[in-house]
């Protein structure tokens, strides 16, 4: 039967086009009201919203089929995520869809504070011609004080360092070797910043912390003249409070892109030219939009075909420091424990995760909890969260342990995933690229897995990948790339194939019977 996935707000096509190439079952309806999203949730297996549609735990409750809630953006703020993890149901997001976007938005709020533009061109289609009313400031050799160096913050960085800007930063969580990278002063106090900024942008969540983090008494802290800019969240800044600062002229201007109570109809804002405010529209792009459709589409799908789910946000509450240091690997850790869950017959009753090199010194368990994950999940034992896999593993008599070493043989780092009769190792050459397989059942390979892919091992002989290539173009599967493994201790080959096409029990079968030699052969799906 096909799957079905509800859409309650508008997305680019080209994310419904995705899904329905997947072969599901879409359908639109929009402007749902709890009540209404709560009759009609019970026939969906997935369900796909943005930022208004609120999916409450009454909504949850009443998703009996539901697999997965994707949110086409960012912020997972209107999503029972609690309610949704205790029922199993996978959430995820499109996190970098419109990073880009916000980063030259708020670029584009610097300039217009700076240079006056928006006053400017009302005068001029007022008719005016008053050049010395506009007189602005460079951006050249000012200090921007960035706060929030994550992937908006770090991209503002660049560019601002492209127009000769001195940056100053305060991220708590922010390593000191991105910083460098960035070309940014790192403070651990922003009492010691605020004197120092000619700007400041903010690129934080809104969490208890971060509320209210800029008062009275930091506006007051802060240099004369200064200019302020805001696209990352409302309640960061105490809108009344600034707007004394502002009719002070302490604070210069400022541009915002999120305020309180939107849509904001009134604003303290609003008697000032030099406030320059937009509807939140950082990320209103048809780049940004596009692309989060059709990442969150394609997340979906690979949720309901059971695959690896890369922005899945509902696990275990982890650090953001730790989360640092193994966000990259977590989507590879589950990846590890798909692909041993298909090479093994049963389910495993050992596994052992070592890391190693620069993700040793640290608790691993969020790894740990990825892998089992992985296995739990293509096991059909449940519902299985990276909050619950540990506890479900034990109930299933999966003894799992994790262990750490500073020797990652040649590579930064490492991460194996090793039962009684296999073992599989991967590595990252960069945190925002896939992860690769470089060792499988002691056999060396350097191979990116794909969605489809065939793994053979065989005594090593001539004609053998001749025989595969033909059988396989025969049944009209591409081999898109591929690794072939040997050890000096071994007569066999493992070889790695990464294919694209209908691989039927058929395929399989004349695979096996075709091929001399033939010790195993696994069809992975990931």
């Not at 504070?113 to 951006?139: D, K, V, Y």
Request: include cysteine; hydrophobic fraction near 45%.
């Amino acid at each position: 039967m096909q799957k079905k996935v509800l859409i309650t707000e508008d997305i680019d096509p080209a994310g419904i086009s995705v899904l329905k190439t997947r072969g599901l079952d879409v359908d639109i309806k929009l402007g749902l009201d709890e009540e209404g999203l709560a009759a009609c949730i019970g026939n969906y297996d997935a369900l796909i919203v943005r930022s208004h549609t609120q999916v409450t735990r009454k909504v949850i409750e009443a998703a009996d089929k539901l697999k997965i809630i994707g949110r086409a953006g960012i912020s997972i703020d209107n999503i029972d995520l609690e309610g949704a993890t205790d029922r199993g149901i996978v959430v995820c997001n499109a996190p970098n869809s419109n990073i880009m976007s916000a980063a030259e938005h708020a670029m584009a709020l610097i300039l217009s504070c700076a240079r006056n533009i928006p006053q400017a061109n009302s005068s001029m289609h007022a008719g005016q011609w008053t050049q010395n009313e506009f007189m602005g400031c460079e951006l050249y050799e000012k200090t921007l004080a960035i706060f929030g160096l994550g992937r908006v913050g770090g991209l503002v960085a660049q560019r601002a360092a492209a127009f000769g800007m001195n940056l100053i930063g305060y991220d708590p969580y922010c390593s000191k070797e991105r910083a460098a990278t960035l070309g940014v002063e790192m403070y651990e106090d922003i009492d010691d910043m605020l004197p120092l900024a000619d700007f400041i942008t903010v690129h934080m969540p809104k969490t208890a912390e971060t509320t209210n983090m800029f008062g009275a008494k930091q506006f007051a802290a802060m240099k004369d003249g200064v200019i302020i800019v805001n696209v990352s969240r409302d309640g960061i800044f105490d809108e009344k409070s600034l707007a004394d600062f502002i009719a002070a002229e302490k604070v210069r201007a400022v541009g915002f892109d999120v305020l309180e109570n939107e849509p904001c109809e009134t604003s303290a804002f609003h008697e000032f030219d030099s406030a320059i405010l937009t509807p939140h529209i950082g990320a209103v792009t048809v780049e940004a939009q596009r692309r989060a459709g059709v990442q969150i589409a394609t997340f979906v799908a690979q949720g309901l075909a059971g695959s690896l789910v890369p922005t899945a946000v509902n696990m275990s509450h982890v650090p953001p420091e730790v989360m640092d240091k193994f966000g990259p690997y977590i989507t590879a850790a589950r990846m590890l424990g798909r692909i041993v869950a298909q090479i093994e017959p049963d389910m495993p009753r050992r596994l052992v995760v070592t890391a190693r090199g620069t993700l040793a010194g640290a608790d691993v368990n969020i790894l740990l909890a990825s892998v089992l994950k992985g296995v739990l999940a293509y096991k059909n034992v449940g519902a299985v969260t990276g909050s619950n896999a540990i506890a479900v593993a034990q109930r299933h008599g999966i003894d799992a342990t994790c262990f750490t070493h500073v020797n990652a043989f040649g590579y930064d780092s490492s991460l194996t995933l090793e039962t009684a009769d296999n073992a599989v190792t991967c590595t990252l050459y960069g945190t925002d690229r896939p992860a690769r397989i470089i060792s499988l059942f002691g056999f060396s390979f350097d191979i990116e897995p794909a969605t489809q892919s065939i793994i053979l091992r065989y005594t090593d002989a001539p004609g053998r990948m001749g025989i595969i290539g033909t059988i396989l173009g025969k049944s009209n599967i591409n081999i898109t790339t591929m690794q072939i493994g040997k050890r000096e201790d071994s007569d066999s080959a493992v070889v790695y194939l990464n294919i694209e096409g209908d691989v039927t029990e058929a395929v399989i079968q004349t695979l096996r019977d075709s091929i001399e030699g033939l010790e195993d052969l696994w069809y992975i799906t990931l």
